[in-house]
């Protein structure tokens, strides 16, 4: 089940690696995304670290660790292909994958949480 953050990040946990990237939210705030630069594989984050940065024809934004741990996998389809972020932005336009040990995601909002959210921000 996926988890949000206030930050507009998702997170995801499948047998202890956490696909971490934007709701569709922010994939939408920011418009059509240009660049993604993402962490180098094995760097060490602790929670609320920025990790990447993600420009589009209207801004810059950093992404947020909502979890600490360690980059196992970057999406290196993003180098070439940033608008995956716009067209699957909690699929296939993920950014990372964090290794962390005894992660606990319940302080996350679920879905219905975070749209409840997104609604007090509007």
Do not use: C
């Amino acid at each position: 089940m996926k988890r949000f953050t206030k930050d507009h990040e998702w997170i995801e946990d499948t047998d202890g690696v956490l696909t971490v990237g934007i709701s569709d939210h922010a994939q939408e705030q920011l418009g059509d995304i240009t660049f993604v630069e993402l962490p180098d594989v094995g760097k060490t984050l602790a929670k609320g670290d920025a990790f990447a940065v993600v420009e589009s024809v209207k801004a810059a934004s950093d992404v947020y660790a909502p979890v600490d741990g360690e980059v196992v996998e970057v999406n290196t389809a993003l180098d070439e292909k940033p608008e995956l972020v716009n067209e699957a932005p909690e699929s296939d336009g993920w950014f990372v994958k964090f290794k962390a040990e005894g992660v606990d995601l319940s302080d996350l909002m679920d879905q219905a949480g975070y749209d409840e959210y997104l609604k007090t921000i509007s």
